[in-house]
């Protein structure tokens, strides 16, 4: 049983840099949701897709961030010119549409210098 | 508004006492209820969940959670803590196939 994997694990980057991180979700899952938790706090949900499509999105998810799930596999989320204040970590879950359990991956933690 | 609020930042309790983490959650529909286990730098690990039927749900690692929809709540407990169990634990509440709403979560230490 291969769960939610995420790639990197860290990311340490400058100020202004773009950064891509990846999500795997259980195969079976349609469903796949970004969230961002930063020190101290749970989890903020940002966006999910239903296979390749994205159904919602977060105003958490400001323009500088973007989704896609091309082929309805995995996920990939890009930060572009990074902030101080998008260190964080960003957690992917997978589930099914109609079910109700999410299955989080080890997340991607991000620190922006 | 859609919002869960854990009332405790952080518990402290010797080994081998007993646990109670507390939730509310204010939520338009009828959610389910999630709780959910964070060790340091890991993601999320799911405890239990609940929808309808029996208040009391019996979860992995000997954790069991009583819900109280009238009053909009859940407690988390444990009979009898291990070192193991300190982390940070989250209530949730969504509907099937839609985002979470999280609570701020709760940090457990547990002493020797």
Same mark, same amino acid.
């Given at each position: 049983?291969?769960?939610?994997?995420?790639?990197?694990?860290?990311?340490?980057?400058?100020?202004?840099?773009?950064?891509?991180?990846?999500?795997?979700?259980?195969? *079976?899952?349609?469903?796949?949701?970004? %969230?961002?938790?930063?020190? /101290?706090?749970?989890?903020?949900?940002?966006? $999910? @897709?239903?296979?390749?499509?994205?159904?919602?999105?977060?105003?958490?998810?400001?323009?500088?961030?973007?989704?896609?799930?091309?082929?309805?596999?995995?996920?990939?989320?890009?930060?572009?010119?990074? *902030?101080?204040?998008?260190?964080?970590? %960003?957690?992917?879950?997978? /589930?099914?549409?109609?079910?109700?359990?999410? $299955? @989080?991956?080890?997340?991607?933690?991000?620190?922006?210098? | 508004?859609?919002?869960?609020?854990?009332?405790?930042?952080?518990?402290?309790?010797?080994?081998?006492?007993?646990?109670?983490?507390?939730?509310?959650?204010?939520?338009?529909?009828?959610?389910?209820?999630?709780?959910?286990?964070?060790?340091?730098?890991?993601?999320?690990?799911?405890?239990?969940?609940?929808?309808?039927?029996?208040?009391?749900?019996?979860?992995?690692?000997?954790?069991?959670?009583?819900?109280?929809?009238?009053?909009?709540?859940?407690?988390?407990?444990?009979?009898?803590?291990?070192?193991?169990?300190?982390?940070?634990?989250?209530?949730?509440?969504?509907?099937?196939?839609?985002?979470?709403?999280?609570?701020?979560?709760?940090?457990?230490?547990?002493?020797?």
């Amino acid at each position: 049983d291969t769960g939610v994997s995420q790639d990197p694990r860290h990311k340490i980057t400058k100020r202004g840099q773009n950064v891509t991180f990846r999500c795997d979700p259980i195969s *079976e899952h349609n469903r796949l949701y970004w %969230y961002r938790q930063t020190l /101290g706090q749970g989890p903020e949900f940002l966006t $999910y @897709f239903q296979n390749e499509a994205q159904l919602e999105k977060s105003r958490l998810l400001s323009d500088r961030f973007s989704a896609e799930r091309p082929k309805g596999s995995f996920s990939t989320l890009e930060i572009q010119r990074t *902030e101080q204040g998008d260190s964080a970590m %960003y957690l992917c879950a997978s /589930g099914s549409a109609g079910t109700d359990t999410q $299955y @989080f991956g080890p997340g991607t933690r991000l620190t922006v210098l | 508004a859609q919002s869960v609020t854990q009332p405790d930042i952080h518990i402290t309790v010797s080994e081998g006492a007993s646990l109670e983490l507390r939730c509310n959650y204010s939520y338009g529909a009828t959610p389910y209820l999630f709780w959910y286990v964070q060790s340091p730098g890991q993601g999320l690990q799911l405890l239990l969940k609940y929808f309808s039927g029996d208040t009391l749900v019996q979860g992995i690692k000997g954790f069991e959670a009583e819900f109280k929809r009238s009053q909009s709540s859940s407690n988390l407990r444990k009979p009898s803590v291990h070192w193991s169990d300190a982390a940070e634990y989250f209530c949730a509440v969504g509907e099937a196939g839609q985002n979470f709403v999280f609570g701020p979560g709760t940090r457990l230490s547990v002493l020797p």
